[in-house]
Nanobody, 123 residues
Framework: QVQPVESGGGSAQAGGSLTLSCQASGDMSRDAVITWFRQAPGKEREGIALASPTGGSITYADSVKGRFTMSRDNANRTVTLRMNSLKPEDSGMYYC????????????????WGQGTQVTVSS
């Protein structure tokens, strides 16, 4: 069983930066994909950054490519998401999802989810 716990959310001005962290209790399986999702009110949950099991390969959604950077540290059971050049449309609840067995942004493929951390970007 893996329990991700997100931290680092908060408020920022447009153009600013925030860094999110996800600490996984239990065994953050080294053969499983970990992905950051976000969800704005009234919208579907969106996958935005996906890390391969070793962290050597990161895939980004077009909406964040070039602005967000994800990293994975299996030794410390931590993943981070550095968010630069924030926009108001980046606002929402951000979730860390673990245990994925496919390189996919489909939320249904992840059995372990954190409670989320809120990000609010003002213009």
């Amino acid at each position: 069983q893996v329990q991700p716990v997100e931290s680092g959310g908060g408020s920022a001005q447009a153009g600013g930066s925030l860094t999110l962290s996800c600490q996984a209790s239990g065994d953050m399986s080294r053969d499983a994909v970990i992905t950051w999702f976000r969800q704005a009110p009234g919208k579907e949950r969106e996958g935005i950054a996906l890390a391969s099991p070793t962290g050597g390969s990161i895939t980004y959604a077009d909406s964040v490519k070039g602005r967000f950077t994800m990293s994975r540290d299996n030794a410390n059971r931590t993943v981070t998401l550095r968010m630069n050049s924030l926009k108001p449309e980046d606002s929402g609840m951000y979730y860390c999802a673990a245990g994925g067995r496919a390189y996919s942004f489909d939320p249904a493929r992840y059995p372990f989810w954190g409670q989320g951390t809120q990000v609010t970007v003002s213009s």
